[in-house]
């Protein structure tokens, strides 16, 4: 890599942003002693008696930080960044498919519940004679109202239910 021509610079070791003087107090260097009387700092942070520099000249100021990387290793970090991608899609889908098999399996034990108890209660169902409906049914107390069941096709399921006589 140093055969390429590119400027051979030592990262930074030490930091750029060193000061002299006890920034605690003022009166110890006079450059920080005129920013002391500026008044009160608006972010509130009292202790910050001078102006203070950004991070990002850390990095900008040693040229052999700010170099470019190499082609290898940015298609090096494109495959990995790649490949990393591809594998959180396929947990994803994963993820869904589960939640899909988990939903239609539900979906079946419910449609085979429900035929399931209407068989079962169709063995013991007794209908209304039609023609005797009024009588029968104003000589029933209503616990055996409550029991009155009709037949509905659920339309989530497709299969055909009991439910009460006054349910939608």
Do not use: C
């Amino acid at each position: 890599m140093s055969g390429l021509g590119r400027n051979t610079e030592d990262t930074i070791t030490t930091p750029n942003q060193h000061f002299e003087g006890n920034i605690l107090n003022p009166s110890s260097d006079p450059s920080i002693k005129a920013h002391a009387s500026k008044g009160r700092n608006t972010s509130g942070r009292s202790w910050k008696l001078r102006p203070q520099k950004r991070a990002s000249s850390l990095i900008t100021k040693n040229r052999a930080n700010a170099r470019s990387k190499s082609w290898e290793a940015r298609q090096q970090e494109r495959a990995l960044k790649a490949e990393v991608k591809s594998a959180q899609q396929q947990m994803m889908e994963e993820r869904i498919q589960a939640k899909r098999d988990r939903r239609e399996r539900r979906l079946e034990n419910e449609r085979r519940r429900m035929e399931n108890e209407y068989n079962n209660a169709k063995k013991s169902m007794q209908t209304l004679n039609h023609k005797k409906l009024g009588t029968t049914m104003r000589a029933m107390n209503k616990k055996q109202l409550r029991q009155i069941k009709k037949t509905r096709m659920n339309t989530k399921t497709g299969a055909i239910e009991f439910v009460g006589a006054y349910e939608k």
